[in-house]
């Protein structure tokens, strides 16, 4: 009994994705003899990418720290896309 709990408390979990068209298949192969690794190995990896929050958050630093002149000109870009062309909402 001991042994099974080690087991479930240890283990990774396994999925099985079902569905998966052709040429999703077909990229994920290729992509993995690129890497030189297995199918698993690099669907691990592109999942630990699409979830980790922590890696998302520091990938977005670079635009955190914008100088005040950047976050002007950002705005002031930003702010003549908002403009409403009254003549097109008639």
């Not at 958050?57 to 870009?77: I, P």
């Amino acid at each position: 009994m001991l042994s099974l709990l080690c087991y479930h408390a240890f283990m990774s979990k396994q999925l099985s994705i079902r569905g998966v068209p052709d040429h999703i298949a077909d990229r994920l192969k290729r992509l993995s003899e690129a890497r030189g690794q297995s199918v698993n190995t690099t669907v691990l990896e592109l999942l630990h990418q699409a979830v980790d929050i922590d890696g998302r958050r520091a990938r977005l630093d670079k635009y955190v720290d914008w100088s005040s002149e950047e976050l002007r000109d950002f705005q002031r870009t930003l702010a003549a896309q908002r403009v409403i062309d009254s003549e097109l909402w008639r």
